[in-house]
């Protein structure tokens, strides 16, 4: 039987009006090209439509917290390899890792942690995860303990790549 695949990735040409004057991409850049990955990413492997539930059920995902460290410059006309990971969910939360790497995965350039809560768009309130979506998203967590932080998992990434 063939592993479900957990991390997802894809490729991002790194384009001029996202850049600074130093032909890097711009700190807030970042976390639009990693959002976008992600509902790239949703959409292409797991066949799931944030704008869809949204517009049917009125319920969607709002960003609670984000944590970054920018590594090394993503450059103007770079193409960047971006992969996202479900790391931990309950039922009101969901966290999600995100990593931008050069072409060749040899080089980390951006590290995100991100957490969205459940939200009620007709309440304007957060909301419990449906039993639905919990089945849905819970083969794709890879269960990150609570106990591991943000600086722990990235030297953890960092390492995978020096073994390599």
């Known amino acids: 039987m063939e ?11 790194i384009r001029f009006p996202d850049c600074d004057p130093f032909n890097h991409l711009n700190n807030s850049r970042y976390l639009d090209y990693f959002i976008n990955a992600r509902e790239d990413h949703l959409v ?3 066949h799931f439509n944030i704008y869809e539930l949204a517009r049917d059920k009125s319920i969607s995902w709002v960003v ?3 944590q970054i460290a920018y590594l090394r410059p993503a450059l103007l006309m770079e193409t960047v390899i971006i992969q996202t990971t479900l790391i931990r969910m ?9 990593s931008m790497w050069n072409l060749d995965k040899t080089i980390l350039k951006a590290f995100l942690w991100s957490t969205f809560v459940h939200f009620n768009l ?13 089945t849905a998203f819970e083969p794709y ?5 609570d106990s591991v932080h943000f600086e ?4 953890q990434v960092r390492e995978s790549v020096r073994i390599k």
Not at 122 to 134: A, G, P, V
Not at 141 to 145: D, E, T, V
């Open 3 to 13: 592993e479900l695949q957990k991390t997802w990735e894809s490729k991002y040409l």
């Open 44 to 46: 292409k492997y797991h």
């Open 64 to 66: 609670s917290k984000n």
């Open 90 to 98: 309950d039922d009101q939360e969901i966290m999600v890792e995100m």
């Open 122 to 134: 007709k309440t304007q309130r957060r909301e419990k995860h449906s039993n639905d979506l919990m």
């Open 141 to 145: 967590s890879i269960s990150l303990p």
């Open 152 to 155: 722990e998992r990235l030297e």
